[in-house]
């Protein structure tokens, strides 16, 4: 993968949560299975493509991205929950999401959030 690759943001900030549940509730069985894996293959190829960045980047490039984990602004954990804490987590980030996808910001995007929440009994 060449580093001229971006992901482009613009795509990922025209998809709003609300639009995603309201999908959810209207799909079939099968469609809500497609979306499901397009979700996750698409966590992937994300998780993916951030590899390669930091395999490519420079010494100067890892300091910095250490500094922004040191910071809190970078973000790796992996968390096992119980169904009660998984709701707390849930309503707390639903509000989250809603309140910074309501906001109009002109702010430049420099973070991707991902989360995922998935129970270790699929089905």
Request: charged share 25%; proline share 1%.
């Amino acid at each position: 993968m060449e580093k001229y690759y971006e992901i482009n943001l613009k795509i990922f900030n025209e998809v709003k949560n609300e639009h995603i549940m309201s999908a959810i509730g209207r799909a079939s069985v099968q469609d809500l299975k497609e979306l499901t894996i397009s979700f996750l293959l698409m966590n992937s190829l994300l998780s993916n493509v951030f590899a390669e960045q930091i395999r490519m980047a420079s010494d100067s490039e890892i300091e910095k991205f250490r500094k922004d984990m040191l910071n809190g602004y970078i973000l790796m954990s992996y968390l096992t929950l119980s169904q009660n804490s998984m709701g707390l987590l849930s309503k707390y980030f639903k509000q989250f999401i809603t309140n910074i996808e309501n906001q109009e910001s002109n702010e430049k995007e420099e973070y991707a959030l991902i989360l995922l929440s998935f129970p270790f009994e699929t089905v």
